[in-house]
């Protein structure tokens, strides 16, 4: 299966996540107030997600590596989980940059 960004409602708000094709999650967005922006969000990650000056690189507050997905203005337009090494978060950086430009969105609201 292909990689999607599955649009989805957490009670009166809106979120997506990057699915890739084995079904793992590689980005989440924050929660959105409206369906709309979370749309503008998903716009967002296609446009920015093949640069690589987007990503920053961290470690969580626990040590694990992680990296945040960010806009042209800064923002933080996604968030990835936590794993294991650095190089298996540059290996979800690589997935993030193949996948988010051309992933078709899943709206389940």
Known sequence: MAAR??????GSQFRF????G????ILTSELYNAKGSAEDGIESVK?????????????SSNGK???NLKA?????IGTSELYSSE????GGIASV??????????DQT
């Open 5 to 10: 960004y599955v649009l989805s409602r957490s």
């Open 17 to 20: 996540v990057l699915k890739a």
């Open 22 to 25: 084995n079904h793992e999650t």
């Open 47 to 59: 446009k920015n997600s093949a640069l690589d000056e987007r990503y920053e690189r961290k470690d």
């Open 65 to 67: 590596p992680m990296f």
């Open 72 to 76: 042209s203005n800064g923002q933080v």
């Open 87 to 90: 190089s298996a978060r540059d």
């Open 97 to 106: 940059k193949a996948n988010g430009p051309t992933a078709e969105v899943d």
